[in-house]
């Protein structure tokens, strides 16, 4: 097996490191060397200025100066150290160059060693030399005394004369540099192939591992980190195995939980594709046999359940419109369903509660088992609720019964009512009125009560008799408020209907439609004291809840409000608020029930808002109708 990349980075990470390091410090050496070179060709320069100051004291005088340059040439002649000497007067002037003309050298009071050399005794500058063109190392010593100096004697070098001395000593250093940077290899690749042998060993047991062979495990020998790292891998391997067996065994507990529910359960994911099913869904809602046995995962809804309701209420994000038939959908919070309906059962027809909602899944990597965030499926839980139903029918048939047998005395009731409204009641003729009075009352209530139960009782029993047709709302409010305008201006209530501009008609049952506005009307003059409003409006969805092509109808007043706490019971049968509405006219309690059972019987779905002391809005939403299969849909 080849080396990894591992190897290459330590390798050329400890190369490099170890090779910069080594350059530094040739650098550095280097530096130090010229550094010193250059402090020693000073002293010996300024040791060759004094020098020359003590040979020719006697003769180092301005009115000597073609002597003093004859000297000078000769001495630079005799010697072979390629030093320039020059005689400098205090005013500035050559007096004596070793190498050019005093004469044709302009003054030099001005140049930095001259003027350091008459201040300190002596002086020292590198700089372009303006007679031989070259960079040059000048030094100068101070000939008399501070206070009346005769001049300056100066030494100087060429540059490059002093680098080609030095340069044998740094082609020495960088042979010996050289050779370091060789040993830096062979140490760097010793080192590489040392440190990653047992990070390999590591490496491939943790890939051992994530393969999921957790009998993979690392060798441990000594006490270092890398040691350490391997211990700490083992132990993880351990606690992984710990792990997946308590996995396992809490999904064997889970699945066998699941399989012995009596409610039937399942769960779609995200895509519409089945993730758990248990056998008593399976019976229930009957699925094949063929598919029976363990979940199956993967299929999708519409393969899985029979049931064509239920299959639009799985798929996520979508709203289960147009509600099949035996269907009734519940009043839920937003994001959850109910669905009643039968199937066929062994022996009878069973009726079922379905309660669809959302539920958090893990969001799984693409071919990993590592969770990443949730995303949103289905939940499924169906109950058989056969013996709940046919309790249910004989209370309606109870109601249905009494209703009928009420209208009779009711009758009579009411004609006997009529009959003493006329006549002459001189004699205790207020105790009669008050006795008229609270039988009106009373059997007007009766009366009311029996006509919602005969309403509930329809809407119960007989849901597919309302055939949905095209109504147009304008003509249809306005003959809402012609049947409620008496009431109305009775209280002093104003009266507002808004229908929008793109919507002209919906597809409703008529009866339904005015069965749920009658009843909404009619509670909100009942709780709205006089100079309130109501207000009616219809416009179309356009979002979801309820969806695109739903038909919304709002009905809001602004009357005493219904408290937080009892709004989510006021769709009970005989359910009455009484702190909120302790001032108004009782009703029978069967208004908000009835309604809630005739928009469910069209499909749709009802929600109220109300804040006490501000009014009450209850919105009906009205699905559009199903599309038949091979309906043109132009």
Request: charged share 25%; net charge positive; hydrophobic share 40%.
């Amino acid at each position: 097996m080849g080396q990894g990349r591992l190897f290459w980075k330590l390798f050329f990470g400890n190369a490099l490191l170890m090779a910069a390091t080594l350059a530094v410090f040739v650098w550095l050496i280097l530096g130090e060397i010229d550094r010193i070179r250059s402090q020693e060709l000073t002293e010996h320069l300024k040791a060759q200025a004094l020098t020359i100051r003590r040979a020719a004291d006697d003769k180092l005088d301005p009115r000597r100066a073609e002597e003093l340059d004859r000297l000078f040439k000769d001495l630079r002649t005799a010697r072979t150290d390629y030093i320039r000497y020059t005689f400098i007067s205090a005013d500035g002037t050559v007096l004596a160059d070793s190498e050019a003309s005093p004469r044709a050298m302009e003054s030099h009071a001005n140049r930095k060693e001259v003027r350091q050399a008459l201040a300190e005794g002596w002086g020292e500058d590198t700089r372009q030399s303006q007679t031989t063109g070259r960079p040059t190392r000048y030094v100068a010593v101070r000939v008399g005394d501070a206070r009346s100096p005769v001049g300056v004697v100066r030494a100087a070098m060429s540059v490059r004369t002093i680098t080609e001395r030095t340069r044998t000593t740094h082609r020495l250093v960088w042979t010996i540099g050289s050779a370091g940077v060789a040993a830096v290899i062979l140490l760097a690749l010793a080192l590489a192939r040392l440190w990653s042998r047992p990070i390999r060993r590591i490496a491939i047991t943790a890939r051992s591992l994530s393969r999921g062979d957790l009998s993979a495990r690392v060798p441990v020998t000594g006490s270092d980190e890398l040691t350490t790292l391997a211990r700490a891998l083992n132990q993880m391997r351990d606690r992984l195995a710990d792990h997946l067996e308590t996995i396992e065994r809490q999904r064997q507990t889970l699945e066998s939980l699941v399989k012995q529910l009596h409610e039937g359960v399942v769960v779609a994911g995200p895509d519409g594709r089945i993730v758990l099913v248990n056998p008593a869904a399976m019976q229930l809602l009957g699925i094949p046999s063929s598919q029976r046995g363990a979940a199956p995962e993967g299929l999708a809804v519409e393969q899985c359940i029979p049931q064509h309701e239920l299959q639009q209420a799985m798929l996520p994000a979508r709203a289960a419109t147009g509600v099949a038939a035996r269907t009734a959908a519940s009043v839920v919070p937003h994001g959850e369903q109910e669905v009643r309906l039968e199937v066929d059962g062994p022996h009878q027809r069973r009726s079922l509660l379905a309660r669809i909602s959302d539920i958090s899944l893990p969001a799984f990597a693409a071919k990993s088992h590592e969770a990443r965030g949730s995303v949103t499926g289905r939940l499924l839980v169906v109950t058989d609720i056969s013996e709940l139903t046919r309790t249910m029918q004989v209370k309606a048939d109870f109601a249905a019964n009494a209703s009928h047998e009420l209208r009779t005395p009711l009758s009579a009731i009411r004609a006997a009512v009529e009959t003493l409204a006329h006549i002459d009641l001189a004699r205790d003729a207020a105790s009669a009125r008050q006795f008229l009075d609270v039988i009106d009352r009373h059997s007007a209530r009766m009366q009311a009560m029996v006509a919602d139960l005969l309403d509930l009782s329809r809407l119960e029993s007989s849901p597919r008799q309302f055939e949905p047709v095209p109504l147009d709302l304008r003509p249809f409010l306005a003959d809402l408020h012609a049947h409620h305008e008496a009431a109305m201006q009775s209280k002093g209530l104003r009266w507002q209907s808004e229908v929008s501009d793109s919507l002209r008609s919906v597809v409703a049952n008529p009866y339904l439609l005015r069965l749920i506005l009658d009843n909404l009307v009619d509670n909100a003059i009942k709780f709205t004291d006089a100079g309130g409003s109501i207000r009616v409006s219809c416009r179309t969805a356009t979002t979801q809840p309820p969806g695109p092509g739903a038909v919304v109808i709002e009905v809001s007043d602004t009357g005493c409000g219904i408290p937080d706490d009892e709004q989510a019971r006021v769709f009970e049968r005989f359910y009455q608020v009484e702190r909120a509405r302790s001032g108004a006219d009782r009703g029978t309690g069967l208004g908000l029930s009835i309604v809630r059972h005739a928009v469910a019987a069209m499909g749709g779905t009802v929600t109220l808002r109300s804040r006490l002391g501000e009014g009450t809005h209850v919105t009906i939403a009205i699905p559009p109708p199903a599309r038949t299969p091979g309906t043109d849909s132009r």
